[in-house]
């Protein structure tokens, strides 16, 4: 479900560059056909209403994450900062991680994934080949298994390359789909339509302070989630 107010936004950090939140599933970073208030307007109006500020507020979007799938997302708050985001962004030099609970246990415990992927514009759905073919992109990403509960496994995974829905395709490709989502292959839907895969860690460089910074985000609340250890 998609919200339309700042009331409930989780800031896991801010200062004058900057500022992360943890996306809820359901949310759009950017607004979209549904015309769905996106989750950049609603950060606009947490920082409007924080600062009193009576004019229009600036904020760039620096990434995104798929609608049904949670977890940290950045916004730059000045345009030297989006320029500098989008660069480091652009040329990898940042590091993503992310948790997905699959039904299926992998082959191995440890291991990283190559495919090529072709996007599908109508479908919204990219599909993973294991050798490169027409209009393809090359994926990879790495996994380690973290923790086996009862009915699931959780992955922990290392994206290299960002491609459209890659960790999506990539686990679908080894038979290993992602909680709920049915799009990839799980065999039903969450009942919130969200899926079960979390941007857990950002680690990048400060755009101005050119400091480490590393942001982690709290899994959503929910049965699956809060068994984790």
Known sequence: MARSDSSNLEVLYEDNHLIAVNKKPGDIVQGDKTGDTPLSEIVKEYLKAKYDKPGNVFLGVVHRLDRPTSGIVIFAKTSKALSRLNSAFAQGKTKKTYWAMVKKVPQGPTMTL??????NPKQNKSYAHSKEVAHSKKAI?????????????????????????????QLAAINCSIKGDLKYGAARSNPDGSIHLHARCLSLEHPVKKEPMEFMAPTPKDALWDAVP
Do not use: C, M
């Open 114 to 119: 190559t495919h090529w992927l072709v996007r």
């Open 141 to 169: 990403l790495s996994y380690t298994i973290r923790n086996q509960l009862d009915s699931y496994t959780l992955l922990e995974i290392d994206l290299k390359t960002g491609r459209h829905h890659q960790i999506r395709a």
